[in-house]
C-alpha cells in the first residue's frame, strides 16, 4: 500500500469532544487484503503524524493529548472488521450507553454531523478500535492519554473502488 495524498482533514469539536477525520488517496496492489492494508497504515507516518489533530501538529512540544494507542503494540487483530451498518450500530449503542450525563447531547450532535459524512460511504469496509476494550493496566494504550480520555475510538474505513482510506478519530477528555 502506498500513501498518495491527504484529500481531507476536518476537526469537529463539540465542547470537550471531537472527531478528528483524515482522508487519505492510497495506491494498493491487488494482490495485498484489506487486513493488511490496514495493519500496515496503524504502523506509518500517516497514522502516526498526519492524523493527529492541528495543534498538535503544530505545537507537538506543547503537551497535547496524542493518540491513545501504541502502534508498536496494536495490531489487526485488536480491531473490530464491520461495514457501514456495524459502524452505525456501534455509535447508536455507544450514545445509547447508560453512564452519559449532559455531555451525552454534545456527543448527540457529533453524531449527527459525523453521519453526514457517514452517509458518503460507500460499500467500504470498516475497522473499529475502542479503549474501553482494554484493561488499564494493557501495554496496547498509552498512559496518561488511556487515562484521561473519558472514550478513546478509532473508525478506518477502506474503499478499494476510489482507492481511499479514512481515519476518523473520536475523543472526549
Given at each position: 500500500?502506498?500513501?498518495?495524498?491527504t484529500k481531507r482533514h476536518i476537526?469537529?469539536?463539540?465542547?470537550?469532544?471531537?472527531?478528528?477525520?483524515?482522508?487519505?488517496?492510497?495506491?494498493?496492489?491487488?494482490?495485498?487484503?484489506?487486513?493488511?492494508?490496514?495493519?500496515?497504515?496503524?504502523?506509518?507516518?500517516?497514522?502516526?503524524?498526519?492524523?493527529?489533530?492541528?495543534?498538535?501538529?503544530?505545537?507537538?512540544?506543547?503537551?497535547?493529548l496524542r493518540q491513545a494507542f501504541?502502534?508498536?503494540?496494536?495490531?489487526?487483530?485488536?480491531?473490530?472488521?464491520?461495514?457501514?451498518?456495524?459502524?452505525?450500530?456501534?455509535?447508536?449503542?455507544?450514545?445509547?450507553?447508560?453512564?452519559?450525563?449532559?455531555?451525552?447531547?454534545?456527543?448527540?450532535?457529533?453524531?449527527?454531523?459525523?453521519?453526514?459524512?457517514?452517509?458518503?460511504?460507500?460499500?467500504?469496509?470498516?475497522?473499529?478500535?475502542?479503549?474501553?476494550?482494554?484493561?488499564?493496566?494493557?501495554?496496547?494504550?498509552?498512559?496518561?492519554?488511556?487515562?484521561?480520555?473519558?472514550?478513546?475510538?478509532?473508525?478506518?474505513?477502506?474503499?478499494?473502488?476510489?482507492?481511499?482510506?479514512?481515519?476518523?478519530?473520536?475523543?472526549?477528555?
Amino acid at each position: 500500500m502506498t500513501i498518495i495524498d491527504t484529500k481531507r482533514h476536518i476537526e469537529i469539536n463539540e465542547g470537550f469532544q471531537v472527531i478528528n477525520l483524515t482522508e487519505f488517496a492510497i495506491g494498493v496492489d491487488k494482490q495485498i487484503c484489506n487486513d493488511e492494508i490496514i495493519d500496515n497504515f496503524i504502523r506509518s507516518k500517516q497514522f502516526s503524524f498526519d492524523c493527529l489533530r492541528d495543534c498538535v501538529k503544530a505545537e507537538p512540544d506543547k503537551g497535547y493529548l496524542r493518540q491513545a494507542f501504541d502502534i508498536d503494540k496494536i495490531n489487526i487483530n485488536d480491531f473490530k472488521k464491520t461495514d457501514k451498518k456495524g459502524v452505525s450500530k456501534f455509535l447508536f449503542d455507544f450514545i445509547n450507553e447508560p453512564n452519559w450525563g449532559n455531555d451525552r447531547n454534545e456527543f448527540a450532535k457529533l453524531l449527527d454531523r459525523y453521519f453526514i459524512i457517514h452517509n458518503e460511504f460507500g460499500d467500504n469496509e470498516f475497522y473499529i478500535l475502542s479503549k474501553n476494550w482494554f484493561d488499564k493496566e494493557d501495554e496496547r494504550v498509552i498512559e496518561p492519554e488511556s487515562l484521561i480520555y473519558i472514550y478513546y475510538f478509532l473508525i478506518i474505513s477502506l474503499d478499494r473502488k476510489s482507492s481511499s482510506l479514512t481515519l476518523i478519530e473520536w475523543a472526549y477528555d
